[in-house]
Antibody, heavy 117, light 107 residues
Framework: QVQLQESGPGLVKPSETLSLTCSVS????????WNWIRQPPGKGLEWIGHIYSGTTNYNPSLKSRVIISADTSKNQLSLNLNSVTAADTAVYYCARDVRGGSYSDHWGQGTLVTVSS | AIQLTQSPSSLSASVGDRVTITCRASQGISTTLAWYQQKPGKAPKILIHDVSSLQSGVPSRFSGSGSGTDFTLTINSLQPEDFATYYCQQFKSYPLTFGGGTKVEIK
């Protein structure tokens, strides 16, 4: 059973970089697609991007500010989002994409990141 | 980007009711549509993929239908544990996008 766990700072200052890690167990990050998805408080879901075997695909709305990477030795994913503003305050989820650019069948519990000075 | 419009944005229903939620795409997406259920403070859970395929372990009272631009999630005989927010998601093209959600509340 695939399990995912997000971790990282819960508070980030405006203009700084948001950095999160997703630890994956029960599956290899080398063999599947892995999404990052976020949800502002009380709002809907937004796909940030995904990574597969080192290749990434990003939402154009965030592409200039986001980097998704993978550490295969630790079986971990990372999300970096720079120049954050209050609009980036959200619960951030990592999730496994079933077949690449499709739907997500396993999700982490999510981590709330607040952007505030 | 393909936009998904869900209706209604919220509804009130009673246990045992049949509930229908609609998702309309801004362009044709064939059968590349999924439905999720989300409860407060929890991650979304996949219910249905490829319009009408029930994810393993999901009760059969959930069903999906549609094609092209218009899709429907139906919950037959609503149960107490079904009160939640439901989202559709398209995977026809990047960026992957979600509908705005439909909150199903207790009447």
């Amino acid at each position: 059973q695939v399990q995912l766990q997000e971790s990282g700072p819960g508070l980030v200052k405006p203009s700084e970089t948001l950095s999160l890690t997703c630890s994956v167990s029960g599956g290899s990050i080398n063999s599947d697609y892995w999404n990052w998805i976020r949800q502002p408080p009380g709002k809907g879901l937004e796909w940030i991007g995904h990574i597969y075997s080192g290749t990434t695909n990003y939402n154009p709305s965030l592409k200039s500010r986001v980097i998704i990477s993978a550490d295969t030795s630790k079986n971990q994913l990372s999300l970096n989002l720079n120049s954050v503003t209050a609009a980036d305050t959200a619960v951030y989820y990592c999730a496994r994409d079933v077949r690449g650019g499709s739907y997500s069948d396993h999700w982490g519990q999510g981590t709330l990141v607040t952007v505030s000075s | 980007a393909i936009q998904l419009t869900q209706s209604p944005s919220s509804l009130s229903a009673s246990v045992g009711d049949r509930v229908t939620i609609t998702c309309r795409a801004s362009q044709g997406i064939s059968t590349t549509l999924a439905w999720y259920q989300q409860k407060p403070g929890k991650a979304p859970k996949i219910l249905i993929h490829d319009v009408s395929s029930l994810q393993s372990g999901v009760p059969s009272r959930f069903s999906g239908s549609g094609s092209g631009t218009d899709f429907t999630l139906t919950i037959n005989s609503l149960q107490p544990e079904d009160f939640a927010t439901y989202y559709c998601q398209q995977f026809k093209s990047y960026p992957l996008t979600f509908g705005g959600g439909t909150k199903v509340e207790i009447k």
